[in-house]
């Protein structure tokens, strides 16, 4: 079966370092995508990865592990306008390749 | 100007009736998407195309229909509108590519309200 679990809500303070962590299980796996989500907007790409690993990308950075099916978000130096939704995706080789998303993560920055 | 558009952004409707959500985009992709999300259950597949013509069904397609007549149009329709498809519905779109390059584009969204 196809499952893709993270917390549902979490909080921090402005200046910050926070962790949003996702597992997954699916029946293949090629790539993991992480989203940002205002509240009412549309989903936007923030990171990709594939291979074992950390990908940095400015304040934000995504980890893998592949044998582990594990993956964080890790968002440094928050800010207020990082409170939205997280969402995790997994694409499922063995499913047409399809993007296979988790709840998503609400993220509360606090002053 | 955006690059995947949806109309309406919003829509209220009453239980019965047939209504046309539509989706326009100018990536040049090949693969579109319908999403729809409601709270606590994350963005859920309703069909999918890979190219003109190409249909599929996504995991919770009973109750929808789609048109993709060409590459920058995908039509999703509700032929007898009831009240649990009250949700956000969103269109997205994707190249075949390598990796990062086969991400998801997503529109605005489309707020839809059944009575």
């Known amino acids: 079966g196809q499952n893709i679990d993270q917390p549902t809500e979490m909080t921090a303070t402005e200046g910050a370092i926070v962790q949003i962590n996702c597992t997954y299980q699916?029946?293949?796996?090629?790539?993991l995508f992480w989203y940002q989500q205002h509240a009412g907007e549309a989903p936007t790409f923030l990171s990709y990865?594939?291979?074992?690993g950390l990908e940095e990308k400015g304040r934000f950075s995504s980890f893998l592990s592949r044998s582990k099916g594990y993956s964080y978000l890790l968002l440094k130096e928050l800010q207020m306008k990082d409170s939205a939704s997280y969402l995790c995706?997994?694409?499922?080789?063995?499913?047409?390749?399809?993007?296979?998303f988790g709840t998503g993560t609400r993220l509360q920055v606090f002053p | 100007d955006a690059d995947v558009t949806q109309t309406p952004r919003n829509r209220i409707t009453k239980t019965g009736k047939r209504i046309m959500l539509e989706c326009s985009q100018t990536?040049?992709?090949?693969?579109m998407y319908w999403y729809r999300q409601d709270p606590g259950l994350g963005l859920r597949l309703i069909y999918y195309?890979?190219?003109?013509?190409?249909?599929n069904k996504g995991e919770i397609s009973d109750g929808y229909s789609v048109s993709r007549q060409a590459q920058a149009k995908f039509s999703l329709s509700l032929e007898s509108a009831i009240p649990n498809q009250t949700a956000l519905y969103f269109c997205?779109?994707?190249?075949?590519?390598?990796?990062?390059?086969?991400?998801?584009?997503f529109g605005p969204g489309t707020r839809l309200l059944v009575l």
């Open positions: 990865n594939v291979l074992d």
């Open positions: 997205a779109t994707s190249d075949l590519g390598q990796g990062e390059q086969e991400t998801q584009y």
């Open positions: 990536k040049g992709h090949d693969r």
């Open positions: 699916t029946s293949g796996f090629n790539g």
């Open positions: 995706a997994v694409r499922d080789l063995e499913d047409t390749d399809k993007l296979i």
């Open positions: 195309s890979f190219d003109v013509k190409d249909i």
